[in-house]
């Protein structure tokens, strides 16, 4: 059987900063709440004539350079993203033309926040059974164009923001260690029976109407995420444990043994529970959703290319990375860099 890696990654967001002061402006809000419930300081949001795949196309380039690959050579692409350029057909298939390839699988993965491990396990997957051997994988949000920016919806327009992160992946060469596997494990896992405590019902076939979206639902807003946020932060600081602690023991790893943990970015508080409750030194954890906010598919491959510049990642890092979200789905995984 064949082995994995990522060899490169790249990252992009738009300009334009969003503090929490502006949200102030527009909703009934404050620096203070939003800082102290979730450690966001600012987000960026895109212009209008900006789409998903645009901020993707950007992140995708900047990974296949620092990667050192033709992009002629990308067999597949996986694109991780909730919120896509259309309805139908998947972001992958705008991407794929923007990127000048053709004919190669574009795939979107809809496992929202989990998205881009859900996105990592199956690369790996189509690595080791030889089906491709160079895999884009993208994560790519713009969150900022379906978000009630009202006092009704601040309880989640204050937590997303606009970015975008990828990876290319590659079947390891016998020369470069193809016996000590550079992606050790991936462990997936979905409780859809708490599907309605983070989602966005319209539009849908599962709204008793004739029409998938109507003049109702809009105006009810059923377009916007809605979530219940208590529930969601117990759930996420419990099931990322658990699902790291299965990582490191599965691969026979302790907590001391991993040099940088890159955890999704929901809120900042969820991730330093987790690092209390496991006794992980805070330097350890590498944040970004001060700057960012929840980029959902995109936190972990943003907080990849940040880390690689702040000089926290090195070649040869052993790292380990859990994230959860909307299904409930969660996952972790654990790679050398
Ligand atoms: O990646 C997907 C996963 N998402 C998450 O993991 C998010 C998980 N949940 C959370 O991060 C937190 O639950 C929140 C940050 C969303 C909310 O924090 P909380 O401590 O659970 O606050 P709460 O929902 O209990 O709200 C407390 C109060 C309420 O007012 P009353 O009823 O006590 O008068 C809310 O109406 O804060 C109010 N509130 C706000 N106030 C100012 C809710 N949102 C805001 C806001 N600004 N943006």
Redo the contacts with the bound molecule.
């Keep these: 059987m064949y082995q994995s890696e990522i060899i490169g990654c790249g990252m992009y967001v738009p300009e334009k900063i969003v503090t929490n002061n502006d949200?102030a402006q527009v909703?009934?809000?404050?620096h203070e709440?939003?800082i102290q419930?979730?450690g966001i300081e600012e987000r960026r949001w895109v212009t209008p004539e900006v789409s998903t795949s645009d901020l993707a196309l950007k992140a995708c380039e900047e990974a296949i350079k620092n990667a050192g690959i033709d992009k002629k050579e990308i067999d597949c692409i996986l694109f991780a993203t909730i919120s896509p350029d259309h309805d139908f057909p998947g972001s992958a298939c705008f991407l794929q033309p923007k990127l000048g390839l053709t004919e190669i699988p574009a795939i979107d993965v809809r496992q929202?926040?989990s998205g881009f491990i859900y996105g990592l396990s199956m690369a790996d997957a189509f690595i080791k059974t030889g089906q491709y051997k160079t895999i884009l994988l993208v994560g790519a949000e713009i969150h900022s164009k379906g978000l009630d920016k009202t006092t009704r919806g601040?309880?989640?327009?204050?937590?997303f923001g606009d970015g975008a992160g990828a990876v290319v992946i590659r079947r390891a060469e016998a020369q470069n260690g193809a016996k000590d596997s550079k992606i050790f494990s991936t462990h997936l896992f979905a409780e859809g029976v708490h599907a309605k405590e983070?989602w966005a019902a319209a539009p849908g076939s599962g709204l008793g109407s004739e029409l998938r979206m109507n003049h109702e639902h809009v105006e009810a807003g059923l377009f916007f995420p809605q979530?219940n946020?208590?529930k969601?932060?117990a759930n996420?600081v419990r099931r990322m444990c658990e699902c790291l602690m299965l990582a490191l023991e599965k691969n026979n790893l302790k907590l001391e043994d991993i040099d940088l943990f890159l955890f999704?970015?929901?809120?900042l508080?969820?991730n330093q529970m987790l690092a209390q409750e496991l006794k992980i030194p805070e330097e350890k954890v590498f944040n970004t959703i001060m700057k960012y906010g929840?980029t959902?598919a995109a936190?972990i491959p943003i907080g990849m290319s940040e880390a690689v510049k702040a000089g926290k990642l090195k070649k040869g890092s052993l790292v380990a990375s859990a994230?959860?979200?909307?299904g409930f789905t969660w996952a972790s995984t654990i790679y050398r860099w």
């Design positions: 949200l909703m009934e809000t404050s709440w939003i419930r979730s929202q926040c601040r309880d989640v327009a204050v937590l983070l979530m946020g208590k969601v932060f996420a999704h970015q929901a809120n508080r969820i929840n959902t936190t994230a959860f979200g909307s």
